[in-house]
């Protein structure tokens, strides 16, 4: 029998990511037409200078998932806001191998107001502001942007594991 698998279409201003334990053993890659213009999707009416995005554009993949896996789906103002380490650290609280859904929510909403509050400090070094820097752009601080975040974890689905 095939391994368990999770499959993933993204346009770019969310991510989606695979935490086993403490490691990070999948994440999407952004998808931008240069720094800070992320595809979306978009009907243009044919107008200049505007990017159409479709979603044959997406990026597609199957990722491989275990038992105790937690799938992370954000919008990029968790991503642009908090670094991995952050955001893994948030998710110990959650027991893996039997979750409840309160457990899966507060763990949410705290990541969620983490960011808010985050994207509000002028003075935090971003990995927003980390990528501005990068492209030679004077940028300090978290970015203000939507914040939305899924959790989901891989239980025991499959009739004869363990």
């Known amino acids: 029998r095939d ?8 346009v770019s201003t969310q991510s989606t ?8 053993v999948y994440q999407s890659q952004e998808q931008q037409h ?11 009416n044919n107008r200049l200078g505007v990017i159409q995005d479709r979603p044959s554009d997406a990026d597609t993949t199957t990722i491989s998932i275990q038992k105790g896996d937690l799938i992370v789906m954000a919008t990029d103002g968790l991503f ?12 110990q609280i ?14 949410a909403d705290k990541l969620a107001a983490d960011a808010r509050n985050l ?11 980390m990528k501005a820097q990068h492209y030679g752009l004077n940028f300090r601080g978290g ?12 239980v025991n689905c499959w009739e004869d594991d363990t």
């Open 94 to 107: 959650i027991d893996r191998f039997a979750p409840t859904y309160e457990a899966l929510k507060q763990a």
């Open 17 to 24: 990511g695979v935490v086993r334990g403490d490691v990070v």
């Open 80 to 91: 642009d806001n908090m670094f991995q380490q952050q955001i893994v650290e948030r998710l």
């Open 34 to 44: 240069y720094f800070n213009t992320p595809y979306q999707l978009s009907i243009s």
């Open 3 to 10: 391994p368990p698998r999770s499959y993933e279409a993204v």
């Open 119 to 129: 994207a509000m400090d002028e003075d935090y070094m971003s990995p927003f502001a």
């Open 143 to 154: 970015k203000l942007d939507d914040i939305t975040v899924l959790l989901a974890s891989v």
